[in-house]
């Protein structure tokens, strides 16, 4: 059973929370899908004399070599960053999107976080996941036969999120970590609004999260309790890229 996995956040590098576990799902052979809702023109803090739609290329080819290096593929939906409003049009453009890629597994920001793009971008998902299975809603794909299941990834620095289930990553770690390079752009420019680049964001809250479950490196999801979103067991992998559990 090949999985069509996407992540969908608000912008280009937002699959730090989950990027090792998109790396397990790459090598036991899902589909990968990385979405991103805003075009990422305000990631240039690092030089703010880069005009906005230079920075937002620059993002958007990074995030492309990131997807490309899991096999997978990229997608911009093209929002202005830092301003993503919850919209008819954004839901349909998620939700066409997740028709498209035929989606099994969503992994997204949760309602916790510190930039509220993320909590939008956690927002439209969950709806747009309800309408990519409502066959009355004519969108130019055909509807899924059922909604994907959608778990929430960790917060930003692990804050006001108890993970439910933890994906041990060890063996993916140095790879999400290279991956993680290749946003050069974000790699300068995130120490100045965080005081902390992308790869130690990894080390700390990998290690944080795999402290808390016995292993050297975990990221932590949970479930978006709504229905129907929910799957009966879990379309996560393990640390051995077997599934933990296979959804009925």
């Not at 999985?3 to 790396?23: F, K, N, R, Y």
């Not at 929002?79 to 997740?98: G, P, S």
């Not at 609004?193 to 130690?200: A, C, H, Q, R, S």
Request: with cysteine; proline share 6%; glycine share 8%.
């Amino acid at each position: 059973m090949v999985l069509s996995v996407v992540c969908v956040g608000a912008h280009q590098d937002d699959e730090l929370s989950c990027l090792g576990t998109m790396i397990l799902c790459a090598d036991r052979g899902d589909r990968i899908t990385t979405v991103s809702i805003s075009k990422g023109d305000l990631g240039g803090q690092h030089d703010p004399t880069i005009p906005g739609e230079e920075v937002a290329r620059t993002r958007i080819a990074e995030a492309t070599e990131v997807a490309s290096a899991l096999g997978g593929e990229y997608v911009c939906l093209n929002a202005d960053d830092e301003f993503i409003m919850d919209t008819r049009d954004l839901r349909i453009d998620v939700a066409r999107t997740l028709r498209r890629v035929r989606a099994d597994l969503v992994l997204t920001p949760p309602p916790s976080d510190y930039n509220v793009d993320h909590i939008r971008a956690g927002e439209i998902t969950a709806h747009a996941a309800l309408l990519s299975a409502i066959n009355s809603l004519d969108i130019g794909e055909p509807p899924l036969p059922r909604a994907p299941v959608v778990m929430y990834m960790d917060s930003i620095v692990g804050l006001d999120f108890q993970p439910s289930y933890y994906v041990d990553v060890t063996d993916a770690f140095q790879r999400k970590c290279d991956l993680l390079r290749l946003h050069r752009s974000q790699m300068l420019s995130q120490p100045n609004i965080t005081g902390w680049d992308l790869v130690e964001h990894a080390e700390i809250v990998g290690r944080f999260r795999g402290l808390q479950c016995g292993v050297p490196y975990a990221e932590g999801f949970r479930p978006v309790l709504r229905t129907p979103l929910l799957g009966a067991g879990s379309l996560l992998p393990d640390g051995s890229g077997k599934r933990s559990l296979i959804r009925q």
